[in-house]
């Protein structure tokens, strides 16, 4: 099974209602889990649901919301840097699509004793989530109702799914609820984990799409730029009234050129005229002198080679070029002998 992108959001998670109803009788609400900011890229704006969407929402009913419990099994759709600092966090790992073990059972019930206990003088609810709202979280509030109210099994989950305005779906979770027996209370007293308060006071700005390439404003690289008008790496606005062939209808993105940083040119010293003779040896060429420089002619003037000894070439005047072909001149025809 491929793993889930950091970001992605849960499977059929927009089909589901956001928020459900109080259950009555009870300081009880589910709902869905909320994505922080992150996730907004993915949604659109009607389907958008975090930590402060959820507080707003319960503040229109005239709710306030006191206690998170998380039940999802993974710590990616927020943190608790993003919730309200006027909310409680406790996360409670729960696996998914199997019924909660007696060591899950007893911390959500021990967190919800310990919450009634302390907001005994107010009306603060308990929001309980996993994915959805609805499997698991039906589950553990059927189960304390059950089990610590004393409720009917079958209208602990009809008032749930009344509640939430979705069915609990897992078929093991019902058949628990229904046939299984009941689970032990005892332990519920002891000290629970201490939830974690919200730290956020309004909601972070979300950090830009992931791998989403958006051409970058460069207004700010140019301090004669008062973002009014054509910009001036962007050339001179287009003009309809251009003859054809002077329009420019490709405008590109054109930033100054850059002074790249190039050394000063080293004048070449001053040679002297050196003398060069046919027999010269190379061995005695010294680091630091320079060789002689390369004859120079023009066309109008006849040629000069300065390197030449005084009194023109040593050779002796004469024809010293041998033939390179010789052609022996005899009969066309020979006999043999």
């Known amino acids: 099974m491929p793993a889930k992108k950091k970001n992605a959001v ?16 009870t300081r009880f609400i589910a709902f869905k889990v909320p994505l922080k900011q992150s996730f907004r890229y993915h949604l659109k704006q009607s389907e958008v649901f975090g ?3 959820l507080v707003h929402m319960l503040e229109k009913e005239g709710q306030e919301l006191g206690l998170i419990i998380d039940l999802t099994f993974t710590t990616r759709y927020y943190r608790v840097e993003d ?3 006027t909310l409680y966090h406790l996360k409670i790992f729960t696996a998914g699509h199997e019924v909660p073990n007696d060591a899950t059972i007893l911390s959500f019930k021990k967190a919800v004793r310990h919450f009634l206990r302390d907001n005994e003088n107010n009306d603060k609810l308990i929001g309980v989530h996993c994915t959805h709202g609805l499997n698991r979280t039906g589950y553990l509030i059927c189960r304390y109702l059950i089990d610590v109210d004393g409720m009917n099994p079958q209208k602990a989950i009809d008032l749930f799914n009344e509640s939430r305005g979705h069915s609990i779906e897992r078929q093991n979770y019902l058949e628990d609820l229904r046939m299984g027996h009941k689970r032990s209370n005892e332990g519920m007293e002891e000290p629970v984990q201490e939830p974690a308060q919200g730290l956020a006071t309004e ?21 004669s730029f ?7 790496w962007h050339g001179e606005p287009h003009n309809p009234f251009l003859p054809f062939n002077q329009k420019n209808n490709m405008t ?3 930033p100054p050129e850059q002074q790249f940083f190039r050394p000063p040119l080293i004048p070449h010293p001053p040679q002297g005229v050196r003398p060069c003779f046919p027999n010269q040896s190379v061995t005695g060429f010294h680091l630091g002198h320079y060789p002689p420089p390369i004859p120079f002619d023009r066309f109008d003037q006849p040629f000069q080679n300065p390197g030449a000894p005084p009194g023109g070439s040593t050779r002796p005047p004469g024809h010293h070029r041998k033939p390179r072909y010789r052609h022996r001149k005899g009969p066309k025809d020979r006999t043999p002998q």
């Open 252 to 254: 590109w993105f054109r």
């Open 203 to 223: 909601p972070q700005d979300a950090p830009p799409p992931p791998h989403h390439h958006h051409r970058r404003e460069q207004h700010n690289h140019d301090p």
């Open 10 to 25: 849960p499977d059929r998670w927009t089909d589901y209602t956001a928020v459900g109803k109080r259950i009555p009788g």
């Open 83 to 85: 919730l309200p600092n």
């Open 226 to 232: 008062n973002g009014q008008g054509h910009h001036p």
């Open 51 to 53: 930590p402060f969407d």
